[in-house]
């Protein structure tokens, strides 16, 4: 069955990086596009950006500047990095996996979600 | 950027009753909106696509309508289990969410 698992540090330095992993199984990261999603505690989530099937990539242009995602298909795993982190970007992180209706595409499996802080 | 305004913020009903969330996104998203349901330390989780289509094994009391910019997705027969927050996805160009709608009992 699909399944996708988030890891990576609970807590992150202001200033410092970011790195995420999502391990997926249940399908293949060439038949499908990963997105990533997070969301502040009491608010709606945000999309961040996205590993298309093809190796191509598209992010949030508020993000684009500091974020950078990848992938690993023989580990079955998607990768995130954000800089500069600051205090709002304390969140839940998740990694998604994305069905389409034609050529539009939205989040059908989601992560549990991992819990990021950013304090010093 | 298309924004996604999600009304009401909070919602009280009763057992039973049926009640309407609405989504307006600011342009024409030709019906590319999902929507999702999220429980208190669980992701969101997909009822309906694409307007109107429901994720299979999604209970029929639950149903979305809309066109152009306006939107809604109703609970008939509000169950107990149908208690938590409700957020609207627009995915016609980029992807917005709506800033939810929590669901409680009255």
């Known amino acids: 069955q699909v399944q996708l698992k988030e890891s990576g540090p609970g807590l992150v330095q202001p200033s410092e990086t970011l790195s995420l992993t999502c391990t997926v199984s249940g399908f293949s990261l060439t038949s499908y596009s990963v997105s990533w999603v997070r969301q502040p505690s009491g608010k709606g989530p945000e999309w961040m950006g996205r590993?298309?099937?093809?190796?191509?990539?598209a992010y949030n242009s508020a993000l684009k500047s500091r974020l950078s995602i990848s992938r690993d298909t023989s580990k079955n795993q998607v990768f995130l990095k954000m800089n500069s982190l600051q205090t709002d970007d304390t969140g839940t992180y998740y990694c998604t996996r994305d069905d389409y209706d034609g050529y539009y595409h939205y989040f059908d499996y989601w992560g549990q979600g991992v819990m990021v802080t950013v304090s010093s | 950027d298309i924004q996604m305004t999600q009304s009401p913020p909070s919602l009280s009903a009763s057992l039973g009753d049926k009640v309407t969330i609405t989504c307006q996104a600011s342009?024409?998203?030709?019906?590319?909106i999902a929507w999702y349901q999220q429980k208190p330390g669980k992701a969101p989780g997909l009822l309906i696509h694409?307007?109107?289509t429901l994720v299979s094994g999604i209970p029929s009391r639950f149903s979305g309508s809309g066109s152009g910019r306006d939107y809604s997705f109703s609970i008939s027969n509000v169950e107990s289990e149908d208690i938590a927050s409700y957020y609207c996805l627009q995915y016609d160009n980029s992807w917005t969410f709506g800033g939810g709608t929590k669901l409680e009992l009255k």
């Open positions: 694409y307007t109107s």
């Open positions: 342009q024409n998203i030709n019906k590319y």
């Open positions: 590993m298309w099937y093809d190796g191509d990539t």
